[in-house]
């Protein structure tokens, strides 16, 4: 099992950026992708942006492309979303979560609150 502790969340103004990292234990060797993924109140969860875990290969979905950047610190088990350009909607509960090559998202973060006001 992997553990993931979820950091950075915060309160901001548009137009401002937040950093949220995501610093995974345990079975980290079990890892093959991390995910930031975020609820917006009364919506489903969605994911934002991965990186798989030992290339660096990245996606980023079309909402956020261009203004968040996902990260993995070198030979760490970090994983950062740097936000930029921040707006309202981008406002949620934002999710770090772990999978295996052969599964789907099973290990989740607590999840950090990222507050953008207009």
């Known amino acids: 099992q992997v553990q993931l502790q979820e950091s950075g969340g915060g309160l901001v103004q548009a137009g401002g950026s937040l950093r949220l990292s995501c610093a995974a234990s345990g079975r980290t060797f079990d890892i093959y992708e991390v995910g930031w993924f975020r609820q917006a109140a009364g919506k489903e969860r969605v994911l934002v942006a991965a990186?798989?875990?030992?290339?660096?290969?990245?996606y980023t979905d079309d909402s956020v492309k261009g203004r968040f950047t996902i990260s993995r610190d070198d030979g760490g088990n970090t994983v950062a979303l740097q936000m930029s350009s921040l707006k309202a909607e981008d406002t949620a509960v934002y999710y770090c979560?772990?999978?295996?090559?052969?599964?789907?998202?099973?290990?989740w973060g607590q999840g950090t609150q990222v507050t953008v006001s207009s």
């Open positions: 990186i798989a875990w030992s290339g660096g290969a990245t």
């Open positions: 979560a772990a999978r295996g090559s052969t599964n789907a998202y099973g290990d």
